[in-house]
């Protein structure tokens, strides 16, 4: 059995632990869920269970599953539950508070902390090493990868806490996925794309089977977009779940690029912003409603009106610079992030010249394909190494996919790392003079992209 005294520790033997980085299926996880008393089992076939808190109640349990959009649902469900409480969000959350809702999500851009939430904030450090320890009493011989470390440490914060609301972001699919040992009051499915072909599928119709494994007999499931597969509605009907789905039992009106109206029982909710995918916000508000949680309608519209998210079209601006982050890293999350990026570049308050794009990103990724929504938007780009991750596509290559997808006369250059980009870009706007032509620096392309660029960022005036 390991014991650390600190969080980096524990991190770095877990990456050790089992011989494979990705092993999806239940029974691991479903076994030391149970030990620790998370769960009461449903179903040993399917290695599956009902939530039960330390206090013995039975929490709702909402499971994101989708290709794009989940981490805007989790932000969105934490955001409007917490604004109809008499909750006031701190920095960081304790097991000993009171808790009104807590969440799962992955990956983290800064912290390891980011994916345990309780009421908005993530944990300390001591509390999370607390729950690796008894995850490692509790698992004997059976071994664990990382993320099943990270899954099982989320829901025993949340059965110790005794949250009453737990909401789950998938991590890979559904189906298998670690948190899926763990049966839902409600269902959301916020899109399908092509992505992590390698163990979802190669068709969109392969990947829908495999994300819609949260759904449950008898529980509701709503469809965030209104173009699912078939195969999800048949799914749904054979388990006799109750589908909600977008443009038939709830409605989103845009007025424009960064207004939009979603109209839920009789109530219009309004989102003006370019930064969250409407559809994500939108299921968010819906789920709510299905668990009849007691939602404060002026007090909802000002969550909404407050809504951003790491990550997602993040701004910061430096002098002429304004760099805008964003985890985007397929086709689908980069047509979202190419249809912001152009009503933000046209608008009168920030129109550019130029918009000059830093890009990392993975080889196991369509990169092509990723890229092309934004060919005709970028007018230069700096192409980055990610270093120390064997995953990542090299500059040099991505340099080069970059010229066979864009017909530009703009530059295309690399660097060794996102670091040196934006730390390049810095030091060019302190060596002007005056600066008076505006910039937009689109950074994008995967987490760790969008990681180092906070960090380089963090400070810069």
């Known amino acids: 059995m390991a014991r650390f005294n600190n969080l980096e520790s524990w991190l770095a033997w877990l990456e050790t632990l089992h011989p494979c980085e990705i092993d999806l299926g239940l029974k691991r996880v479903f076994s030391v869920a149970y030990r620790l008393g998370i769960i009461e089992p449903t179903s040993h076939a399917t290695f599956t269970g009902n939530a039960v808190n330390a206090n013995g109640r039975k929490p709702h349990v909402i499971t994101i599953a989708g290709t794009n959009g989940k981490g805007s649902c989790v932000k969105t469900l934490e955001s409007i539950i917490l604004a109809s409480s ?29 994916r345990i939430k309780l009421n908005g904030a993530p944990l300390f450090d001591i509390d999370i090493c607390a729950l690796f320890t008894a995850i490692d009493q509790a698992r004997g011989d059976i071994s664990l990868t990382y993320f099943e470390f990270a899954a099982l440490a989320a829901l025993l914060a949340m059965h110790r ?42 068709t969109v119709e392969e990947i829908a089977r495999e994300k819609g494994g949260i759904m449950r007999v008898n529980t509701p499931v709503i469809f965030g977009s209104q173009n699912m597969p078939s195969v999800l509605n048949q799914a749904a009907c054979a388990l006799n779940a109750k589908s909600y789905q977008q443009g038939k039992d709830y409605l989103i009106h845009t007025q424009d690029a960064a207004r ?23 299921a968010a508000i819906m789920a709510c409603n299905i668990l009849n949680l007691p939602l404060q309608l002026e007090a909802t519209q000002q969550a909404l009106n407050d809504l951003c998210l790491e990550g997602r079209f993040e701004i910061i ?42 890009c990392g990103m993975m080889a196991d990724k369509d990169i092509s394909e990723s890229l092309t929504p934004l060919a005709s938007i970028i007018s230069n780009w700096i192409c980055c190494d990610i270093p120390n991750n064997t995953r990542a596509e090299s500059a040099d290559n991505l340099a080069q996919i970059v010229k066979n997808i864009t017909p530009l006369s703009g530059s295309i250059i690399t660097k060794k790392s996102v670091t040196k980009a934006v730390e ?21 392309g995967s987490f760790f992209t969008v990681s180092a660029a906070k960090i380089a960022l963090r400070g810069k005036k």
């Not at 939009?260 to 939108?282: M, Q, R, T, W």
């Not at 390049?424 to 994008?444: A, G, K």
């Open 86 to 114: 008499e909750y006031h969000s701190a920095s960081r959350s304790s097991l000993s508070d009171t808790v009104f809702v807590s969440a799962f999500t992955s990956p983290h851009i800064l912290h390891y902390s980011e």
């Open 161 to 202: 806490s005794n949250s009453p609301i737990w909401v789950l972001e998938v991590g890979l699919g559904g189906r298998l996925d670690a948190v899926n040992v763990v049966n839902c009051s409600v269902a959301v499915i916020t899109s399908i794309g092509l992505d992590h072909q390698a163990w979802l599928g190669d």
């Open 260 to 282: 939009h109206v979603i109209k839920i029982n009789n109530n219009d909710y309004i989102y003006s912003n370019f930064g969250l995918p409407i559809e994500s916000i939108a």
């Open 317 to 358: 601006r430096h002098r002429n610079a304004i760099f805008i982050l964003d985890v985007a890293h397929n086709m689908m999350a980069t047509q979202h992030f190419a249809q912001n990026l152009l009503s933000y570049k046209n608008s009168t308050h920030y129109h550019s010249e130029e918009v000059t794009a830093i």
């Open 424 to 444: 390049s870009i810095i030091d060019q706007q302190y060596h002007q003079e005056e600066p008076t032509r505006l910039t937009i620096y689109p950074i994008f």
